[in-house]
């Protein structure tokens, strides 16, 4: 019977494997001084710049209290600054933790509660929590400029962690997880499933607190390339086609979602790249093959992994003659990595059939943060290693090996899944419903629509008899304290009574049915009087296609299911409709058909400006932490 063993040669042997991220750093500055590190519409650095002003805001986190090991916490967005305080936090021998402002005060007082930073770095202005010390990262930028530029005589190794970064728990409670040097090492170095060179120009528009980033980052910063930064808090099709086209990107990351909409949308926007790895959820074969087609000299990169095991443990470079019937393998383990497909006693399972796909390697993280138990737990000793100290991780996805030793990914067996890259736990989620005030009991199941786009929906017994509307508004804002936004239901269902199974369980596949149904019973758009060739009715035509339902012209479209990647859809698809040009963030300041009609017809305009900006600013921290559009996340208003 054939093992389904699979061992790459661990790479963590080589001198490159040994070094930490300033070491590798600091020898592409003295190689390549004036070469362009990072590049923005605001303006670009050298490398040579880029290592004298973190070595000099290094120095200075060393005088606020920042030591080896110590965290600096990162409350800021995409730009030249912060990746600069990136690199001086390792530099000072600290340990960076990017959190997102979307998660709501509850959660990232509880990050902050766990990971006990020395110092909190800003972009704007103070966040409202308590705990730790926080400074804003441009004061702190001009403060430095007096410090030496030469860097500081720090004895760093690469075991030594890097960062943290909070995934979603079952609990509701985010976990931190904590990674290592040797792992961005392992991720970016003398890499087997894409090529990364002092040529390549890498689009960087991941959120700092996706793991995504870690590859945006230093996949070109640590081997002489070009990060291209897409600073915009709230992303369109038609920005990323801009910053792709302008600035010459070769290489991207998109996730599934992100790569669909701009294959279905501006595929002409993607002919420049050379290398397009897509991934964070399954593709779609269709998607694929219609990407290749168009892009014939773009190498296409199916990638998976959990941030535990950073970024990347499979990857599947797409072949042109196709990848056979089905689902697109996730591939092979990259180098650095171990994968074992075992079953539920931790043996390995023959070929062709399925099991968990444990991970070992240097990839690995350290654990979780403060959370021993729980790393004990999903960081297991590798019963099949002769080194004692060799580790699994437990992902908890299961897989199968096809016959050309490709590794298919299959499912999972609990109820976690992913939204557009984000992993979120649908039974946390339902835990916190269950123990709000307003609520007797509650059920969430995770919907899709017509696009494939995935939505969780939570279907609420009230306590008691609440108006309908306040007790939405009610549950929906505590549920933002606890959770980030693609964990907020898209909408909310009141039932007298939640249905059973046989077994007296929640029938949560009946919830699903009964919702699909109600969905079907009619597209359109109701109670406004548009005319055919209207405006209004274009886009009321374009809400009611992406939302496979009748819209009702005043609802605000959050509340019917729209998620943020919709909202960049339906933005590329009413300016290609109507011809007109205007910003995406017009339809997140006014989400609804009335409204945004309004806006454009300039009517009532300064009322709708004072109406919306609160609800417009919400929705822009939302979509500014839900990962812009590499990722657009799932988003409710």
Not at 332 to 353: K, N, Q, R, W, Y
Request: proline share 5%.
């Amino acid at each position: 019977m054939a093992s389904t063993v699979i061992i790459q040669k661990e790479a963590d042997s080589g001198p490159v494997a040994q070094c930490t991220i300033p070491e590798i750093l600091a020898r592409i500055a003295r190689q390549s001084p004036e070469t362009i590190a990072v590049a923005s519409k605001r303006g670009q650095i050298s490398f040579a710049e880029f290592d004298c002003r973190s070595n000099q805001l290094a120095r200075l986190l060393v005088k606020r209290g920042v030591k080896v090991g110590a965290i600096v916490v990162l409350l800021s967005g995409r730009s030249i600054d912060t990746l600069i305080a990136m690199t001086a936090v390792l530099k000072a021998g600290g340990v960076y933790m990017p959190v997102d402002v979307g998660l709501g005060l509850e959660a990232i007082s509880s990050a902050i509660q766990d990971a006990q930073p020395v110092l909190a770095l800003t972009e704007h202005q103070s966040v409202p929590i308590e705990g730790v010390e926080q400074r804003r990262l441009s004061d702190e930028l001009e403060a430095c400029r007096h410090e030496p530029v030469d860097p500081l005589p720090l004895d760093l190794t690469s075991s030594l962690p890097a960062y943290v970064m909070f995934t979603s728990g079952s609990t509701g409670r985010p976990k931190g997880v904590v990674v290592p040097h040797r792992a961005v090492v392992r991720l970016v170095v003398d890499t087997d499933f894409m090529t990364l060179s002092p040529a390549t120009v890498m689009l960087h528009a991941a959120p700092l607190a996706f793991d995504a980033s870690t590859l945006e980052i230093w996949g070109p910063l640590l081997n002489g390339g070009q990060i291209v930064i897409v600073e915009d808090a709230v992303l369109s099709v038609d920005r990323i086609a801009e910053t792709l086209g302008g600035f010459s990107v070769n290489t991207a990351w998109l996730t599934a979602g992100l790569f669909h909409l701009m294959v279905d949308e501006r595929p002409e926007a993607l002919s420049g790249l050379t290398t397009l790895l897509a991934g964070g959820d399954v593709l779609s074969p269709a998607h694929v093959r219609r990407a290749m087609a168009l892009l014939p000299e773009c190498t296409i990169v199916n990638g998976y992994g959990p941030t535990e095991n950073t970024t990347f443990t499979c990857c599947y470079s797409i072949p042109r003659t196709g990848w056979g019937d089905g689902a697109v393998p996730i591939g092979f383990p990259i180098a650095g990595t171990s994968v074992h497909i075992l079953s539920e006693t931790l043996e390995p399972v023959p070929d062709g059939e399925e099991g968990q796909l444990c991970a070992g390697g240097i990839g690995l993280a350290l654990g979780y943060l403060n959370r021993p138990e729980l790393t004990a737990e999903k960081f297991v000793v590798d019963p099949l290693s002769d080194d004692p100290a060799a580790r699994l991780y437990l992902t908890g996805d299961y897989v199968r090996r096809r016959s050309d030793g490709a590794i298919e990914f299959r499912g999972r067996r609990d109820r976690q899944v992913k939204i557009n890259g984000v992993r979120i736990e649908l039974d946390g989620v339902e835990q916190a419903l269950r123990q709000d005030q307003a609520v007797a009991d509650a059920a969430v199941v995770l919907s899709s629509d017509r696009g494939d786009a995935k939505r969780i929906v939570a279907f609420l017994k009230p306590l008691s008899g609440d108006v309908v509307g306040d007790l939405e508004a009610g549950v929906i804002r505590r549920l933002k304290a606890q959770f980030p936004a693609q964990a907020i239901p898209s909408s909310i269902k009141i039932v007298d009574e939640l249905p059973l199974n046989k077994n007296g369980k929640i029938d949560r596949a009946k919830l699903l049915s009964d919702l699909i149904a109600a969905e079907q019973l009619g597209v359109g758009h109701e109670d406004e009087d548009f005319s055919g060739d209207s405006v209004g009715s274009v886009v009321a035509d374009i809400w009611s296609a992406l939302l496979g339902k009748s819209v009702d012209a005043r609802a605000n479209l959050f509340d019917l299911g729209a998620t943020s990647l919709q909202m960049i859809a339906a933005h590329e698809r009413i300016q290609a409709a109507t011809g007109l040009r205007f910003p995406v963030t017009d339809l997140f300041a006014h989400p609804s058909i009335s409204e945004f009609q309004a806006c454009l017809d300039g009517a009532s305009h300064r009322s709708l400006a004072i109406a919306g900006a609160a609800r417009g600013r919400r929705q822009r921290r939302a979509m500014n932490a839900a990962h812009g559009a590499i990722s657009v996340w799932s988003h409710h208003a």
